[in-house]
């Protein structure tokens, strides 16, 4: 071991020897490459990452139980520049912000792309989720944290940080948000938007458009506070199944974008 590691770095080490490490990471890469280089993301991949947003912020409304279709959305994001629901500014706002800090997919520039630091990543996220509360001291006072949720989230950014494979990374993240969600009232916001841009700023899904069902997690969340090598092992390969049915979605975007039509089964 590394004298320089610290214990959660051996934590993930020990982890990126399971098995579901190296096949749930295969798994997702198989699912990325058929969605990264075909044809509707190569040439709609920015629409491809709006109409992965309207999805992500029409699952908020349902979570939140706001009646707001997928066709509403977009017609005034198009003429609005966002959605006029509450809930659906906040998360729209977070995930606009998300998107805004992903490096582009069609690009000659061989340099590492540069992204806003997770801390600072995470307090833009804050702001934005509390942007629209008609409360003044609740906008001003988003992201000062409680002692307790302060503590969680430090612990979220460093696992953020952490050097290791990116399906460890994001399967620990979520396991953690999971199952120790900050008392904000955004939190689910706040965790998608971030999880959903830490996976295409540290290249696991690097296209930015995988819609991702993390609330499917929870029924499973018993793998992860075990805390097992069975149990993880089992937890790691239900987050990178999670990717995988994301990217068939995300296929589906990039066709429909392409086609100048949006999936009716969402509308």
């Keep these: 071991m590394d004298s320089a590691d610290t214990p959660l770095v051996t934590a993930l080490k020990t982890l990126g020897k399971l098995p579901e490490a190296s096949a749930g990471a295969a798994r997702v890469s198989q699912a990325v490459r058929s969605v990264r280089f075909s044809t509707g993301l190569r040439r709609g991949w920015e629409g491809a990452r709006t109409e992965s947003s309207i999805r992500w912020v029409l699952a908020d409304c ?33 995930h606009s912000d998300a998107v805004a800090e992903m490096p582009p997919l069609n690009t000659k520039d061989l340099a590492p792309p540069s992204h806003r ?42 696992v953020a940080e ?29 965790r998608d938007s971030f999880i959903r841009w830490l996976g295409t700023v540290r290249g ?21 506070r075990a805390g097992t090598q069975e ?6 390969g239900a987050v990178a199944d999670v990717y995988v049915d994301a990217m068939s979605e995300s296929l589906r975007i990039s066709q429909s974008v392409l086609a100048g039509r949006t999936d009716p089964l969402v509308d």
């Design 204 to 224: 696991f899904e690097p296209t930015g458009t995988a819609v991702l069902n993390l609330d499917s997690l929870e029924s499973q969340i018993a793998l992860y």
């Design 117 to 158: 630091p997770v801390r600072a990543m995470l307090a833009s996220l804050h702001r934005d989720a509390g942007s629209t509360d008609p409360q003044g001291d609740v906008r001003e006072e988003a992201g000062i944290l409680s002692e307790e949720d302060a503590a969680k989230q430090e612990l979220i950014i460093e």
């Design 162 to 190: 952490a050097n290791a494979p990116g399906l460890i990374v994001l399967s620990v993240l979520a396991g953690q948000w999971i199952m120790q969600p900050l008392s904000v009232d955004a939190d689910r916001t706040i």
């Design 62 to 94: 349902r979570r939140s139980g706001s009646d707001v279709t997928a066709k509403t959305l977009r017609e005034q994001v198009a003429w609005q520049g966002e959605p006029e629901e509450r809930v659906a500014a906040a998360s729209w706002r977070c």
């Design 231 to 236: 149990g993880m092992d089992a937890w790691i």
